[in-house]
């Protein structure tokens, strides 16, 4: 005898031995990170804004000294075959007071894209970082740290342009032989003119676990409808080139990189520098960069950083930063990203001590 109430059950319990089958076959992670980092900053000299002067010492609290304050929500998907979908949504924010920070000043103003990955490489869409951003990164002896390191003379220049990258599409390849190469294209255009805040970007690495050389370019037009609260748009051409060496537990960095900021400074800077892993829970670094005004070469200044690191677990670090800039002429190089990104004529020092827990 037909029993209809057994024949539902099997159906049911069918349909969902499909369901978990599918769910297993395509298996998705969602992670929540983040990195929190505040410290006290005193530099000898302060820019005052409205006279350009030198207003005097100072010492504060500030947001992110050595890395910067965010949280984020990343995803990931098995499609099989190699095949991933990702996502990342990423937000900048002050520990020292709670407001959107080091980043573009939206929402989710670092980091807001979806990519394929496979063995055809990575596609990746929406706000992210350029690879003349990412090349730079991968040749600073200080890891880009918020004082004292090449991401000041970075921001100092072009703000977030090239950083933040809006309404963009990327292209890396997979890694052949140690070679790999990225490419950007972030789509700008107002009403009457396509090319307002149009921004290219590219980028070849080679690296094969000691020696790693990098190459990249970048050139972004003003306006279009990327504006964003931090200006992500200044027209510039920026040209790098990066060298890195590991000897057992030391590294030596150096990179060449020339700023071409349209109505400013045409600014070439050389930088180099080392760091050392002296024990597990205790890491070493400094650097030095020379900043030269292609146009005027009155225009110029020195800043050198040393830094150090002691773990105190896997996510909580203690660091300490010292750093001196020299300014000649118009330049203004500051020391840290937060609290004194434009410096002063003449010799500032600055001290940085702070804590950072990531998560």
Known sequence: ?????????????????????????AQSSVTLYGVVDGGLL??????????????????SLIDSGASPSQFGIAGTEDLGDGLKAQFKLESGF???????????????????????????GNVKAGLQFSPFFLALYGSDPRQFSLFGSAVVNYVDNVIGTGIFNPNAVSYTTPNIAGFEGSVLYALGGEAGNFQAGRQYSASLKYDNGSLMINAAIYDGNSGGTGQTPVSTTIEFEGRTLGVAYKFGALTAKASFVNYKVTGSFNSNVYGGGLDYLALPVLDFNGGVWVT???????????????????????????????????????????LSINGALYGVQGTTAGVNLGIRHTF
């Open 42 to 59: 005193y530099t000898s000299k302060t820019l005052n804004s409205i006279t350009g002067q030198n207003a005097g010492k100072q010492f």
């Open 1 to 25: 005898m037909f029993n209809h109430e057994t024949f539902k059950l099997k159906l049911v319990a069918g349909a969902a031995g499909l369901m978990f089958a599918g769910m297993v076959q």
């Open 292 to 334: 030269s005004d292609r146009n005027h070469t009155a225009n110029h200044s020195l800043m050198a950083a040393l830094g150090t690191q002691y773990f105190l677990s896997k996510r909580t670090t203690l660091y300490g930063q010292v750093g001196v800039v020299n300014n000649h002429g118009a330049m203004n190089t500051g």
């Open 94 to 120: 002050s520990v020292a007071t709670g407001a959107y920070n080091d980043s573009n000043g939206n929402q989710f103003g670092r980091q807001a894209w979806i990519a394929l990955d496979g063995k055809f």
